[in-house]
């Protein structure tokens, strides 16, 4: 059964930083890992998707990599900014077409 | 542009009652989900559905149940809403296979069973 961990719980951060969000899975035998962001309240946005074939994906300052091997994937966050403040979720497609979330990274950046 | 919607986005009720969630998708995509998500477990699987009349369980699907009449829409229905169902809830859908799949998810419902 693939379960996702998401280290740490919870991060905050001084503006500016540069930070690593990580998140490891026990099945490497996956089709694609997705990040999303969920502000409070709202629903999940989808941020980056990393097909099982590909090493990393980029979209502005997020840059998102993949090792499945060692079954782990990071999302770096470039020049955090206050805005970025959020919970980051990451989740795993194995064979089916069902997602397997983490339970997240609470984020905060403080200005 | 294409879009997930749910209604309510907020609902009260009563322990025993029957309480319908509406999922409605213009992306035209086959596969739709419903999920919960509650402090401490995270988000999980509640039904999902890969095409009309086509419906399967999730992990937590006990007290609930879905109907895939078309491919936009796909309610979910507590047949005897229970306190333990108190959660938020969200629908998602995404293409039919294919590594290049993302999951698009709903703004969400707020359900709150006494």
């Known amino acids: 059964k693939q379960e996702v961990t998401q280290i740490p719980a919870a991060l905050s951060v001084p503006e500016g930083e540069n930070l690593v969000l990580n998140c490891s899975f026990t099945d490497s035998a996956i089709y694609n890992l997705q990040w999303f962001r969920q502000d409070p309240g709202k629903g999940l946005t989808s941020l980056l998707l990393?097909?099982?074939?590909?090493r990393e994906q980029t979209s502005g300052r997020l840059n998102a990599s993949l090792d499945k091997s060692s079954g782990r994937s990071t999302l770096y966050i470039a020049a955090s900014q206050p805005g970025d403040s959020a919970t980051y979720l990451c989740?795993?497609?194995?064979?089916?077409?069902?997602?397997?979330f983490g339970k997240g990274t609470k984020l905060t950046v403080n200005p | 542009d294409a879009e997930i919607t749910q209604s309510p986005r907020h609902k009260i009720t009563e322990t025993g009652r029957q309480v319908t969630l509406a999922c409605h998708q213009t992306?035209?995509?086959?596969?739709m989900f419903w999920y919960r998500q509650d402090l401490g477990h995270g988000l999980r699987l509640i039904h999902y559905s890969y095409g009309v009349q086509d419906t399967n369980k999730g992990e937590v699907s006990d007290g609930y149940s879905v109907s895939r009449s078309n491919t936009e829409d796909l309610p979910l229905t507590l047949e005897s809403a229970a306190s333990s169902q108190t959660s938020v809830y969200f629908c998602?859908?995404?293409?039919?296979?294919?590594?290049?799949?993302?999951?698009?998810f709903g703004p969400g419902t707020r359900l709150t069973v006494l």
């Open positions: 990393i097909q099982s074939s590909q």
């Open positions: 989740a795993v497609k194995s064979g089916s077409e069902k997602l397997v």
């Open positions: 998602a859908s995404s293409e039919t296979h294919g590594e290049y799949n993302e999951q698009f």
């Open positions: 992306w035209n995509h086959n596969n």
